[in-house]
């Protein structure tokens, strides 16, 4: 039984489309998250809503997207994609805001961009 | 501007030994200390956790020591097993914001 879920585990698309990334989790945590690796291998956050409601929102582009239609739920829709998005992205979840009992990971989503 | 560094990129020891992983920060007011293992193709795996009003928590082979005037954590596996080779992450948080900032990683190779 998979935790954190996402979908697709690899995505390669070219430079311009628009393209989302699902989460699902299974643990009835009301927190859920969105990291990007780089090439460098950090770790960053990127968004965390909190009950459907948006709690941390990095600097990103407003390209990226975050979309929670519900608590076991969190999209990340990226319009206009560029090369320098490739990169790895972790979705996670925890209960309240897991800084004590930590989050778990999803697999990751490879996006490659050409 | 890096708030969390792990300065050794990769640390190989001897099964049975101790494994010693290190972690800096920069900002006094972080008040959570987390460690994750993550091996290749799967996401971060919450290992142990420690808060600022403790300087040390166990959990099995795992232990977190925390220095909080050096600002520095490190996390002690022993005995060391083949299995624990993966790439350890140290993340420090806020309780307040439930944001973490990991740092960039460091491979542990554990040979039998």
């Known amino acids: 039984d998979t935790a954190v879920s996402q979908t697709p585990k690899y995505l390669v698309t070219q430079m311009g489309n628009d393209k989302s990334i699902k989460c699902e989790q299974n643990?009835?945590?009301?927190?859920m998250y969105w990291y990007k690796q780089d090439s460098k291998k950090f770790l960053k956050i990127m968004f965390s809503?909190?009950?459907?409601?948006?709690?941390i929102n990095e600097t990103v582009p407003n390209r990226f997207s975050p979309k929670s239609p519900d608590k076991a739920h969190l999209n990340l829709h990226i319009n206009s994609l560029e090369l320098g998005d490739s990169a790895v992205y972790f979705c996670?979840?925890?209960?309240?805001?897991?800084?004590?009992?930590?989050?778990?990971f999803g697999p990751g989503t490879r996006l490659t961009v050409t | 501007d890096q708030q969390v560094k792990q300065n050794s990129p990769s640390l190989s020891v001897q099964e049975g030994r101790i494994s010693i992983l290190n972690c800096d920060y920069t900002?006094?007011?972080?008040?959570?200390f987390l460690w994750y293992k993550k091996y290749p193709a799967e996401g971060p795996t919450f290992l142990i956790s420690?808060?600022?009003?403790?300087d040390k928590n166990e959990d099995g082979r795992f232990t977190v020591f925390l220095n909080k005037s050096a600002k520095h954590l490190s996390l002690h596996i022993v005995p060391s097993q083949p299995g624990d080779s993966a790439v350890y992450f140290c993340?420090?948080?806020?309780?307040?914001?439930?944001?973490?900032?990991f740092g960039q990683g460091t491979t542990l190779q554990v040979k039998p």
């Open positions: 996670a979840s925890s209960q309240d805001r897991g800084v004590l009992f930590g989050q778990y």
């Open positions: 643990l009835g945590h009301d927190t």
């Open positions: 809503y909190n009950n459907k409601e948006l709690i």
């Open positions: 900002n006094s007011m972080f008040d959570y």
């Open positions: 420690i808060s600022s009003i403790k």
């Open positions: 993340a420090v948080g806020s309780g307040n914001t439930g944001k973490l900032i």
